[in-house]
């Protein structure tokens, strides 16, 4: 067991100096309180530069990463399609704020590729994707009642800043200030992988409800995998009652399956949210469904929803590129055969340290949780044993393993990640985990 000495723990002081100047002009020194160490102590790093699976900081430190910019790295950092692709766009100039062949292509490779969508419509973030699609699903069924589920984060749209997941969780403000009563009125927050209450409900008042928004497989509570019978149930009961079920795909979509959690789990919905991955690191969230929904958008239909550099050309390349590659590789059997060898080595190590966790793993999205059950739902999630998690955070980032700075997060593998950095990540996990009281 290799106790690191002083001069073999990572030197992160050009970070934490550079932070303190951020935090003069940004609050707390982030534009995203995700990316904020509130939660595992320190001062977040100052990256530099990304390449395949390494993060370099400021400090000249490179770090096995499995943040993937929480989720649209899947490719690696820098993947030479890419940036080949973004080159190229960036010759014949940034933003028209006029249609491009580059949005009609990636719309095309969408309904191509994700089951339940016959057009898309796109946007700049997975928040605008899930805003507007309660918003379309509200218009489209003219029902004001939504459903979403404890712990699933949807970015921080007031009407679904309830009971959220994610950095929500770790700044322990699930419900935010600055959202009004009126805005969440129409909101109803259930269990989620609760079958019966999610039956109750709309036996209830099923004919009031617009749609049911949920992640299919959670990422921002942690992993949490849909239990036997949940999502068909959904979809079911929205069938049945004239709602829409809304998956929102913006960190499964193109991670799970080509198709996302609905091609993996055979279970279609109304509408998709997506983003992440399919902007490939660039700016990008995108909403479609089944074309009769998606022409209530405006201009062919009344509701309203618009963006100035949505579809912008840069971040259309930069998807294309991605979604082409992992359409031509398939690297899903791969990355999931390196990824179930990164959590059974991380289970194994766990339970030779006699500690209480469980691990929760759907092709390369990961969690390890410091906590004795399986976690199915935010009740079991909020047992979390997040200070632990917070010395094991700290102990594989003196390691060179840079980690998701939240007990609630997912962790990626990415098709840059080799057999090596796997090993590493275990070598570390090992003496951590085995210091961990
Ligand atoms: P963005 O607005 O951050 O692009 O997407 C919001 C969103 C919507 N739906 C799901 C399922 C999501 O996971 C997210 C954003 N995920 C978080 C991390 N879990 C992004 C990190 C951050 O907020 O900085």
């Known amino acids: 067991m290799r106790v690191l000495q002083k001069d073999q723990l990572m030197d992160f002081s050009r970070s934490g100096q550079h932070f303190e100047s951020a935090s003069k002009v940004i609050p707390g020194g982030v534009n995203s309180p995700a990316r904020a160490f509130g939660a595992v102590g320190g001062s977040p790093l100052i990256i530099n530069r990304g390449e395949g699976a390494y993060l370099y900081d400021i400090d000249g430190n490179r770090l096995i990463d499995y943040v993937g910019s929480w989720g649209p790295h899947i490719l690696?950092?820098?993947?030479?399609?890419?940036?080949?692709?973004?080159?190229?766009?960036?010759?014949?100039?940034?933003?028209?704020?006029?249609?491009?062949?580059?949005?009609?292509?990636?719309?095309?490779?969408?309904?191509?590729?994700?089951?339940?969508?016959?057009?898309?419509?796109?946007?700049?973030?997975?928040?605008?994707?899930?805003?507007?699609?309660?918003?379309?699903?509200?218009?489209?069924?003219?029902?004001?009642?939504?459903?979403?589920?404890?712990?699933?984060?949807h970015g921080h749209v007031d009407s679904l800043l309830v009971q959220a997941g994610s950095g929500a969780l770790t700044h322990g403000m699930p419900s935010s200030p600055g959202v009004p009563e009126g805005c969440t009125a129409d909101t109803i927050v259930l269990e989620f992988n609760d079958i019966d209450q999610l039956e109750a409900l709309f036996t209830k008042q099923g004919n009031e409800i617009a749609c049911v928004i949920l992640e299919p497989v959670v990422?921002?509570?942690?992993?949490?995998?849909?239990?036997?019978?949940?999502?068909?149930?959904?979809?079911?009961?929205?069938?049945?009652?004239?709602?829409?079920?809304?998956?929102?795909?913006?960190?499964?979509?193109?991670?799970?399956a080509l198709g996302g959690a609905q091609e993996r789990f055979g279970v279609t919905p109304d509408l998709t949210t997506m983003g992440k991955i399919l902007g490939g690191g660039m700016p990008v969230g995108a909403y479609g469904g089944k074309a009769e929904v998606m022409d209530s958008i405006s201009p062919t239909g009344p509701v309203y929803q618009a963006g100035t550099l949505s579809g912008n050309p840069i971040a259309m390349a930069c998807g294309i590129a991605t979604l082409t590659t992992l359409r031509e590789t398939n690297p899903y059997p791969q990355l999931g055969a390196m990824t179930s060898k990164l959590t059974s080595g991380l289970r194994e190590m766990a339970t030779e340290a006699g500690l209480p966790h469980s691990i929760a793993q759907v092709g390369s999205m990961f969690t390890l949780f410091f906590n004795p059950?399986?976690?199915?739902?935010?009740?079991?999630?909020?047992?979390?044993?997040?200070?632990?998690?917070?010395?094991?955070?700290?102990?594989?980032?003196?390691?060179?393993?840079?980690?998701?700075?939240?007990?609630?997060?997912?962790?990626?593998v990415s098709c840059a990640h080799s057999e090596e950095d796997i090993n590493a990540t275990l070598t570390a996990a090992g003496e951590v985990l085995s210091q961990l009281d």
């Open 219 to 256: 990422g921002n509570m942690g992993v949490v995998a849909p239990l036997d019978g949940f999502l068909n149930t959904a979809r079911r009961l929205c069938t049945e009652h004239g709602a829409l079920l809304i998956f929102d795909e913006v960190m499964t979509g193109f991670r799970l």
């Open 76 to 153: 690696g950092h820098r993947h030479p399609a890419v940036i080949q692709a973004i080159e190229l766009a960036l010759s014949r100039g940034t933003s028209f704020g006029a249609p491009t062949e580059l949005e009609t292509e990636l719309a095309r490779l969408v309904v191509e590729i994700v089951p339940g969508v016959e057009k898309v419509r796109m946007v700049n973030s997975g928040t605008e994707a899930t805003m507007s699609a309660v918003r379309l699903a509200r218009g489209h069924t003219r029902r004001d009642t939504i459903v979403k589920f404890a712990g699933c984060y």
């Open 373 to 412: 059950d399986f976690v199915t739902n935010m009740a079991v999630s909020a047992r979390n044993d997040t200070e632990r998690f917070g010395r094991y955070f700290r102990g594989m980032l003196d390691r060179g393993i840079y980690l998701p700075c939240s007990q609630f997060e997912a962790n990626f």
